[in-house]
Nanobody, 122 residues
């Protein structure tokens, strides 16, 4: 089992930056991939990005590429989502997830945090 707790959400103005944290606990993480997702009201959940716990390799969704950065601190079991140049359309509940690479470009996320709200005002 893996427990995930997000923090760092809040209300910011457009153009601002915000850093979300995801504290992970439970099983060993070396085989896990950590993902960030978001869901806005009335919209489907959207992939934001992911990071390999072991290698640190990252991948991002097109809507955040170049603005958001994912990193991890393996000593503290923390994963970060650094968000810059925030836009009103980035408003959503942001979720941290942990899972496995299954095949090709497919990942299965078995563990999810409770989410943290990010609101960007115009």
């Amino acid at each position: 089992q893996v427990q995930l707790v997000e923090s760092g959400g809040g209300l910011v103005q457009a153009g601002a930056s915000l850093r979300l944290s995801c504290a992970a606990s439970g099983r060993t993480f070396s085989s896990l991939h950590m993902g960030w997702f978001r869901q806005a009201p009335g919209k489907e959940r959207e992939f934001v990005g992911r990071i390999s716990w072991s290698s640190g390799q990252t991948s991002y969704g097109d809507s955040v590429k170049g603005r958001f950065t994912i990193s991890r601190d393996t000593a503290k079991n923390l994963v970060y989502l650094q968000m810059t140049s925030l836009k009103p359309e980035d408003t959503a509940v942001y979720y941290c997830a942990a899972g496995f690479h299954t095949s090709g470009s497919q990942y299965r996320y078995d563990y999810w945090g409770q989410g943290t709200q990010v609101t960007v005002s115009s």
